[in-house]
DNA sequence: CCGGTAAACCCAATTGTCGT
DNA sequence: ACGACAATTGGGTTTACCGG
């Protein structure tokens, strides 16, 4: 057995910042173990290098990150977690694991950022909760509204470029299908300009309305984890930067449709439940179908019994549509056609690209962290040199 | 610009094997 | 019982191209 000198210092400070308890922690690095391992079977004057692998597993620090002797840091810079104790939702391992994985990213960017003298200033004025979401939606809309696109996800794409204009990073994460445990929020705001989503695959236009929202938190500067619960939005209680996130994610993405709704009479049974209207609005706009819903849940023109009946038809209609590409490719695998695919990409913010290749161009950073950094294989690098 | 279609192409989990 | 490493398996997206 291999063991080594080590910082305890380290790990107890990542436990804390994940917010674990210790037979919570004890459990997770005892993973497909017969007998659990005890702190005091870990923790003695030298760690097994096999444990120290364990530990590792759950923060991806790297293993020389617990041999550094010197103390962890606490700012409050450092991660959300130490600047905000209560979020919206209770975050699962993997959901941390993310917010600390982006929080690196965003401290280290803003390193090269600064090495490089690139300007990361905020172009658009901080706003309180008082200020009327409506109206500032259409103004940021003049600003940040992309021409139009009927594409869901080329939308996202041109949304995202737009908010790198304004020094909005948005990133985008993609969790592989199999993976085991997948985080239970849907995005987050870190101050001061850092926007982060993830990958809805089956509904590009909820991830839209996630990154709306967040560009409410942004204008108002206050940080949040989200997990976005349409039902919640609909009938619960939810505090007042909330509420106002949702009306101006609301008013942002419907534009001149919205007045529209507003005259909207109230949904029924006798006017089919106004059906074909909402679906037009939802076509014509890059607002899906459950958000509308819940907006006239709040004005008070859709009953909770009707909601959840349109809710539950919608929820049906994905899952037959997913059921029957599952099938089709069951199908063709059957005729024998190999079945292959990678894994989907996330969308790349150009402020990020344009960020990394300064710092490269500037010698801050070199071709190999290059490549890491955005994820090329070397061939593609030209592609991104010009 | 749009919808449809074909071809290219990844990653995590699981399983197996062997050494300690 | 466990760790290390390799091979296998399984899940489903991107991107380019074409005709309209």
């Not at 990678?342 to 010698?363: C, E, N, R, Y």
Request: glycine share 4%; net charge positive; hydrophobic share 35%.
């Amino acid at each position: 057995m291999k063991t080594t000198t080590y910082n305890i210092e380290r790990i107890n400070h990542l436990i804390q910042q994940y917010q674990l308890g210790k037979e919570e922690f004890l459990t997770l690095i005892s993973e497909g173990l017969k007998h659990s391992l005890t702190w005091e079977a870990v923790f003695k004057e030298e760690i097994q290098i096999n444990h120290l692998k364990r530990i590792d597993k759950i923060f991806r620090k790297g293993l020389s990150y617990y041999l550094d002797p010197t103390p962890p840091i606490t700012s409050k810079e450092s991660s959300i977690f130490f600047r905000k104790e209560k979020f919206g939702t209770n975050l699962n391992l993997a959901a941390k694991k993310i917010v600390n994985q982006f929080e690196e990213l965003k401290i280290s960017l803003s390193g090269l950022a600064k090495l490089s003298d690139i300007n990361l200033e905020r172009k658009l004025p901080v706003l309180s909760n008082q200020d009327n979401p409506a109206l500032v939606a259409n103004k940021i809309r003049e600003q940040l509204m992309p021409r139009s696109k009927k594409d869901p996800k080329k939308f996202l794409n041109a949304l995202i470029d737009k908010f790198a204009e304004y020094n909005i990073l948005v990133f985008e994460y993609v969790e592989h299908p199999s993976l085991k445990e997948k985080t239970n929020i849907d995005g987050f705001f870190l101050q001061p300009n850092v926007i982060v989503l993830r990958r809805n695959q089956d509904y590009f236009k909820r991830e839209i309305f996630t990154l709306a929202h967040e560009l409410g938190h942004y204008l108002l500067n206050q940080e949040e984890i989200e997990s976005m619960d349409y039902d919640q939005m609909a009938f619960g209680k939810i505090n007042k930067v909330e509420a106002w996130c949702n009306n101006f994610a609301f008013a942002f993405l419907a534009g001149p449709q919205l007045p529209v709704l507003d005259k909207l009479p109230n949904v029924t049974l006798r006017n089919d439940y106004n059906f074909n209207e909402i679906k037009t609005i939802s076509d014509q706009t890059h607002l899906c179908f459950t958000a509308i819903l819940t907006y006239l849940v709040k004005k008070g023109k859709v009953s909770g019994a009707i909601y959840a009946k349109m809710r539950s038809d919608q929820e049906e209609e994905l899952r037959k549509r997913k059921e029957e590409d599952k099938k089709k490719r069951e199908l063709e695998k059957e005729m024998g056609k190999a079945s292959i695919a990678s894994l989907a990409k996330p969308i790349k913010s150009p402020l990020f690209v344009s960020t990394i290749q300064s710092a490269f161009f500037d010698g801050v950073i070199n071709e190999y962290e290059l490549c890491k950094t955005l994820n090329l294989k070397p061939n593609q690098l030209e592609k991104y040199l010009r």
